[in-house]
Each structure stands twice: as C-alpha cells, then as structure tokens.
C-alpha cells in the first residue's frame, strides 16, 4: 500500500486530454517537491515532471503538472499512441523521512 | 552522451549476498548524487538507496536499512550496491539512476540504467 494514491489506470481516445492524480498529504506533497516519471513498457523509467510543473528539456509540452495542497497532478494533452506507458509520481515524506513513490497509473489510448 | 550500465545481477538463495554495479559514463561523475531504484515483479517502484556526489551522505529505504550498502568510486566512475542478507522479497530489478543536483532529496533521475534482475530463491 503506498503513501502517495494514484488511480490504478486511466484511458482516453487519440487526441484527447487524459488526466492522472497523486494524493498525499501534508508531511509528503504538502510540504516537497513532486517528480513524476513515465514508464514505457520493457523499459526503464523517464524523468517527465520535475519539481511539480517542470518539463526537462526533450519532453513536449503535451506534458504538464501542477500541485495544490496535497495532491499533484499530472495531464497529457493531445493523446498519442506512443503515451500508453506506466506513470509514477515520487516525491520526499518528512515524517518518514523516506523517498515515496505512487503505485501507478496506467494509461490507455482507446 | 550519458551511459549507465548495471552489472552483478543474478539467482541468489535467501540470506546471501550480491553487488551491483553501475559503470557510469558522459559526465562529470563525482558532481551528482546517484541512486539505486527498484522495481518489484508486481511493477510498483522503490527508491533502495542514494549516494551524494561525494559519497558523504546517503539515503537508504527502512526495508533495506543494515543489510544494503551504498558506494562509488568517483576516480572509476563507478556506482556500487552491496546487498547482504538477501530475502525474497528483495527479488527485484535494480536500476542505477543519475540526479540532476548532488542533494540527496532532489529527486529527478534523469538518465537510467537497462537494470540488473536479482532474484532471491531458494
């Protein structure tokens, strides 16, 4: 069972916006950075979202998060095939004083 | 252009021991925290263990606290993980990851390992 909840899946038709949340709370989104990272299948995990609405350089901007309060956000705009792929959220829990991830969710392009 | 590449995975019986390493390569070794994530054969992602540039501070999960070891060997580029005590509930692939700051609670990996299968079993 993880700190952070993430919706076990998600779905949406090519083109559409498909949105993911990760709720928390004060000791771990409230008060930290949130990372999120995609996970295509067979491979190892990509860097998508840094400090809560950051894109690296090299992912589109069909990519976006944001954070209010204790929960974060993750949206995908524009819905591509190549998006089917596992999305994790990750950030710091001070009261565990533990890195916490999300359990995932996975996307689906209908 | 940034490679990691794990090695030392493989079959190990319950209550033995491993070490992984991540042969590192395309920048500046000794400027960047690295970490050990794992990845469980359910799919669900654990953060095992995370070295500071220096190798002066380190982070470890609960669940691997006293029986993992983290190193580097910054003249090598080179990132260890020693895995003592090994349970089956450690059966896991190992990835080796690369931050984007030396602070250990940054939290952006931004170049990855293939990953390293350990597999606990008797």
């Known amino acids: 069972q993880s700190v952070l909840t993430q919706p076990p899946s998600a779905s949406a038709t090519p083109g559409r916006r498909v949105t993911m949340s990760c709720s928390g709370s004060?000791?771990?989104?409230?008060?930290?950075?949130v990372y999120w990272y995609q996970q295509l299948p067979g491979t190892a995990p990509k860097l998508l979202i840094y400090?809560?609405?950051q894109r690296p350089s090299g992912v589109p901007d069909r990519f976006s998060g944001s954070k209010s309060g204790t929960s974060a956000s993750l949206a995908i705009s524009g819905l591509r095939s190549e998006d089917e792929a596992d999305y994790y959220c990750?950030?710091?829990?001070?009261?565990?004083?533990?890195?916490?991830f999300g359990g995932g969710t996975k996307v689906t392009v209908l | 252009e940034v490679q990691l590449a794990e090695s030392g995975g493989g079959l190990v019986q319950p209550g033995g021991s491993l070490r992984l390493s991540c042969a590192a390569s395309?920048?500046?070794?000794?400027?960047?925290?690295m970490t050990w994530v794992r990845q469980f054969p359910g799919k669900g992602l654990e953060c095992v263990s995370i070295?500071?540039?220096?190798?002066?501070?380190?982070y470890f999960a609960d669940s691997v606290k006293g029986r993992f070891t983290i190193s580097r060997d910054n003249s090598r580029n080179m990132l260890y993980l020693r895995l003592n005590s090994l349970r089956v509930e450690d059966t896991a692939v190992y990835f080796c990851?690369?931050?984007?700051?030396?602070?250990?609670?940054?939290?952006?990996?931004?170049?990855w390992g293939q990953g390293a299968l350990v597999t606990v079993s008797s």
């Open positions: 990851a690369k931050s984007t700051s030396s602070w250990l609670h940054y939290l952006g990996f931004d170049h």
């Open positions: 395309g920048f500046t070794f000794s400027s960047y925290a």
């Open positions: 070295i500071s540039g220096g190798g002066d501070n380190t």
């Open positions: 004060s000791s771990n989104i409230g008060n930290n950075f």
């Open positions: 400090r809560n609405d």
């Open positions: 990750v950030t710091w829990d001070d009261s565990l004083s533990a890195v916490v």
